[in-house]
């Protein structure tokens, strides 16, 4: 495997010492090596004097370890403008042609750039963390703890590996720099916003829960990085000159997938259900798994967060099932809309992070029946009963329909990192696309339907039933 890779290492070195000869490169990570950690030194002596006089010293420990995680993540914004330029940038310049002609796979291609965009500016991130950690040693005396200092060093790494990999895909598959930079802000807004949660998790000393933020970025990461080989190819790099918007094109690759040439409505209704499950089946296992783990978490949060003594009141309870038994059929689309809502938003999201964004949507409301299933118990009612009178009555219809959805926006989310062979990235995502709709409209919307209306008239009934002494 290293033999096969070794040759990838020819490109780095190459781009390498090209970066190194362009000043306009090399100054702004030189800048934000040296300047910047001196910058946040200052920052980070005045902001302890400051809150020390006022006899608040918990703040400045707080915004250390918060300005030494932003020391690491500016050299690394670097390399996002440098892997926007990677292919798009040297096919503009009419330098590409060589390297694409030379013997190596597209693999080694690909993994030569995104390692030669990713380790300058890394390299520079950790000089300008060791840099911070000496200057605020020297000044206030503030040394990090070895794991968070670990965390910090991971995060910065995961932050560049995602950021590198999102860049360099959309460099091989844009078709001009001014387009990749269009693009660009799809990685810069979540990654803002990722900053921003891991700001408030340092603002607040839960160290523990970076843990998971690793986690989640190198698994992005690693599926940007394989969709980026997935959807390689030099041929269409090169012949590539223009993107058109051609809505007719995309409409006729859409409704051939969706019809999925059937001759007539009536065998499209009578085969496509069947073929829908089967394409689900293994993604709908996975979610299932999902939905519990979301509810042991659930479970676990109802022993952290515990509701006062009173909170939920039995007596309180049956009254309201009272009220709620007199629902009018106005109700019934209400709460058939509510979850088809939730179901688009999360495959939206879902679009966006391979899925993962999506899952965790459709995973908050088995985490509520965890809570309130051992909350319930609390007050006095069983768990057997609780789940028997609130959730089975119309979850026995709404839980499959949650969890085949889940299951086709898994199955959307894995396209963009599983190889197409003869196609482009747009025609598997609209291909996709169309499997989810065929999912969305012959199980998710009548099954939704069906339990809006079991929520509405039965579930109420029964847990009242159920609760009378």
Do not use: C
């Not at 703890?145 to 790494?157: M, R, S, Y």
């Amino acid at each position: 495997m290293l033999a096969k890779l070794r040759p990838a290492l020819i490109i780095t070195r190459r781009e390498i010492r090209d970066q190194f000869r362009d000043w306009r490169i090399l100054l702004p990570i030189l800048v934000l090596t040296l300047f910047f950690p001196g910058l946040m030194n200052f920052t980070a002596r005045e902001a302890v004097a400051f809150v020390e006089r006022y006899g608040a010293p918990i703040i400045g420990d707080r915004l250390i370890p918060f300005l030494l995680m932003v020391v690491g993540f500016f050299p690394i914004s670097v390399s996002l403008v440098i892997a926007l330029e990677s292919f798009v940038g040297e096919k503009e310049r009419r330098s590409i042609e060589p390297l694409l002609s030379t013997p190596l796979t597209d693999l080694q291609l690909y993994l030569g750039k995104l390692l030669a965009v990713m380790l300058p500016p890394l390299i520079a991130s950790y000089l300008g963390i060791i840099v911070y950690l000496i200057g605020v040693y020297r000044q206030v005396g503030w040394q990090p703890d070895p794991v968070l200092l670990i965390q910090v060093v991971a995060l910065t790494t995961v932050q560049s590996l995602l950021m590198v990999s999102g860049a360099v895909v959309i460099s091989s598959q844009a078709t001009s720099a001014r387009a990749a930079n269009l693009l660009a802000s799809f990685i810069i807004i979540p990654t803002a916003m990722l900053l921003v949660g891991e700001s408030m998790i340092m603002f607040w000393a839960r160290y523990a829960v970076l843990w998971w933020a690793i986690f989640g970025q190198a698994l992005i990461a690693g599926l940007l990085v394989r969709t980026g080989i997935a959807y390689f190819n030099r041929e269409e790099l090169l012949g590539r000159e223009i993107d058109v918007l051609n809505l007719g094109w995309g409409w006729r690759v859409f409704w051939d997938a969706f019809r999925h040439r059937r001759a007539s409505l009536g065998e499209w209704l009578r085969a496509e259900p069947w073929y829908a499950l089967r394409l689900a089946a293994l993604p709908f296992v996975l979610v299932l798994g999902a939905f519990a783990v979301g509810a042991w978490i659930g479970v676990q949060q109802a022993q952290v967060f515990i509701l006062p003594p009173g909170a939920l009141d039995l007596n309180n309870l049956q009254e309201r099932l009272v009220n709620l038994q007199f629902f009018t059929l106005d109700a019934v689309p209400a709460v058939w809309l509510h979850n088809l809502r939730t179901v688009i938003l999360a495959t939206l999201l879902g679009v966006f992070s391979f899925g993962v964004m999506g899952l965790i949507v459709l995973l908050l409301p088995f985490g509520l029946i965890g809570y309130f299933t051992v909350t319930a118990a609390r007050a006095g009612i069983p768990p057997s009963l609780f789940l028997a009178g609130f959730v089975l009555p119309h979850g026995i219809v709404e839980i499959p329909a949650i969890g085949l959805a889940g299951a086709a926006i898994l199955r959307l989310g894995a396209t963009l990192a599983t190889p197409a062979s003869g196609r482009s990235m747009g025609e598997a995502l609209l291909t996709a696309l169309a499997d989810w709709a065929r999912v969305f409209v012959l199980w998710v919307i009548p099954l939704f339907l069906i339990a809006a209306v079991l929520e509405v008239y039965l579930t109420p009934a029964i847990a009242l039933r159920l609760l009378q002494p």
